[in-house]
């Protein structure tokens, strides 16, 4: 059974840089592409950040500098570490492990930025 569990979320304040981990059983980790996506009240969900089975990063436009995935293959974890926090940047930051077709999602942590 394939899982995906996202934990580091919470309340934080604007500025602050908290870190969100995923940590994936079930699957060959070190084969997937992994990536962190979000979906905000009444937004589409959209792209953070991937980082390909080779380490090869990408990021969405409104976190780039200031976010940075990363991934740990013995520990079966990617991680997301989050700086310079805004308000905007509230919302529901989900896990997804990719291998061609195949497609794996988290639940999901809340992050909510707010003074």
């Known amino acids: 059974q394939v899982q995906l569990v996202e934990s580091g979320g919470g309340l934080v304040q604007p500025g602050e840089s908290p870190r969100l981990s995923c940590a994936a059983s079930g699957i060959r980790f070190s084969i997937y592409d992994m990536g962190w996506y979000r979906q905000a009240p009444g937004k589409q969900r959209e792209l953070v950040a991937t980082i390909t089975s080779g380490g090869s990063t990408n990021y969405g436009d409104s976190v780039k500098g200031r976010f940075t995935i990363s991934r740990d293959n013995a520990k079966n974890t990617v991680y997301l570490q989050m700086s310079s926090l805004k308000p905007e940047d509230t919302a529901v930051y989900s896990c997804?492990?990719?291998?061609?077709?195949?497609?794996?999602w988290g639940r999901g942590t809340q992050v909510t930025v707010s003074s």
């Open positions: 997804n492990a990719r291998l061609g077709p195949v497609d794996f």
